[in-house]
């Protein structure tokens, strides 16, 4: 298997990548992420944002935003349907032959695209993703920052994530094919291996041009709540009981080695 593809420029009037950002109740840090995408010093892409039928002022925020610009679409659910469901219908509605992900919460560097881009041409890429640094909920850097290897291969992938979702850029067409799984697990890092089985390796660009938020609130906060989203991702995938009990565990081993180091660097 290889990861290597044709890097394709894109044709008259279409965006080179499509950014998808879904929006869910994120009036609080929405605005943040959104500038973060403007202050691109790429500016050829095309922004969607897709609200998940929030009961705060997200959408109202995203309306202000696409009336001023043009790079920016804007969609919403006709019900809730989950972060998945969203994402997926992004990638559908996307008009770039590349994908790039970026939660509500989740901030990029300005030269984010362009840096990551051009690591694309570089590599022959079909997917990719970066360094990541992380803030508190309320916006405290940390000094620890999960690094990106070159190469990452499918058994280093299955042993823990290292593919931080706002941090991927991926060819369209592979996320067409192996979309993300609805429900109660963690649907990127499913996806990631499926796709990883495809193309051998991801290609890791080692700058921290991602800064994730660290959220009490997010759907995989609490450890006994992340460990069986990270089962179910591992069932998905397609492994029995046994083994992605066994992988489970594994996992969780270097998850708590994580979070000690965000805890002994603020």
Same mark, same amino acid.
């Given at each position: 298997?290889?990861?290597?593809?044709?890097?394709?420029?894109?044709?008259?009037?279409?965006?080179?990548?499509?950014?998808?950002?879904?929006?869910?109740?994120?009036?609080?840090?929405?605005?943040?992420?959104?500038?973060?995408?403007?202050?691109?010093?790429?500016?050829?892409?095309?922004?969607?944002?897709? %609200? %998940?039928?929030?009961?705060?002022?997200?959408?109202?925020?995203?309306?202000?935003?696409?009336?001023?610009?043009?790079?920016?679409?804007?969609?919403?659910?006709?019900?809730?349907?989950?972060?998945?469901?969203?994402?997926?219908?992004?990638?559908?509605?996307?008009?770039?032959?590349?994908?790039?992900?970026?939660?509500?919460?989740?901030?990029?560097?300005?030269?984010?695209?362009?840096?990551?881009?051009?690591?694309?041409?570089?590599?022959?890429?079909?997917?990719?993703?970066?360094?990541?640094?992380?803030?508190?909920? %309320?916006?405290?850097?940390?000094?620890?920052?999960?690094?990106?290897?070159?190469?990452?291969?499918?058994?280093?992938?299955?042993?823990?994530?290292?593919?931080?979702? $706002? $941090?991927?850029?991926?060819?369209? %067409?592979?996320?067409?094919?192996?979309?993300?799984?609805?429900?109660?697990?963690?649907?990127?890092?499913?996806?990631?291996?499926?796709?990883?089985?495809?193309?051998?390796?991801?290609?890791?660009?080692?700058?921290?041009?991602?800064?994730?938020?660290?959220?009490?609130?997010?759907?995989?906060?609490?450890?006994?709540?992340?460990?069986?989203?990270?089962?179910?991702?591992?069932?998905?995938?397609?492994?029995?009981?046994?083994?992605?009990?066994?992988?489970?565990?594994?996992?969780?081993?270097?998850?708590?080695?994580?979070?000690?180091?965000?805890?002994?660097?603020?």
């Amino acid at each position: 298997m290889t990861a290597n593809v044709d890097w394709e420029e894109s044709g008259v009037g279409i965006p080179s990548i499509s950014v998808v950002m879904p929006v869910f109740n994120a009036e609080y840090t929405l605005q943040e992420a959104i500038e973060s995408v403007l202050r691109q010093t790429y500016p050829d892409f095309e922004l969607l944002l897709l %609200d %998940d039928c929030s009961t705060d002022g997200s959408y109202k925020l995203c309306e202000g935003y696409a009336a001023v610009d043009t790079r920016i679409r804007l969609l919403q659910n006709e019900t809730n349907r989950g972060v998945a469901f969203t994402r997926n219908r992004g990638v559908s509605e996307a008009s770039a032959s590349w994908i790039a992900f970026l939660d509500s919460d989740d901030l990029w560097q300005p030269e984010k695209l362009s840096h990551q881009l051009a690591f694309l041409r570089k590599t022959g890429a079909a997917i990719s993703y970066t360094a990541s640094g992380f803030i508190s909920a %309320d916006g405290q850097a940390y000094s620890y920052i999960m690094g990106a290897k070159q190469e990452l291969t499918y058994a280093e992938l299955l042993r823990r994530n290292l593919m931080s979702c $706002s $941090s991927v850029i991926v060819r369209r %067409d592979l996320m067409l094919a192996q979309p993300f799984a609805e429900g109660q697990l963690h649907e990127d890092y499913a996806a990631w291996l499926r796709i990883l089985r495809k193309t051998g390796i991801a290609y890791g660009l080692d700058e921290p041009l991602l800064t994730y938020r660290l959220s009490k609130d997010s759907r995989s906060s609490g450890r006994l709540r992340s460990g069986m989203m990270t089962y179910r991702a591992y069932r998905a995938v397609g492994y029995g009981l046994p083994a992605a009990a066994a992988l489970t565990l594994r996992y969780a081993v270097h998850s708590i080695s994580k979070r000690s180091r965000l805890r002994m660097t603020p």
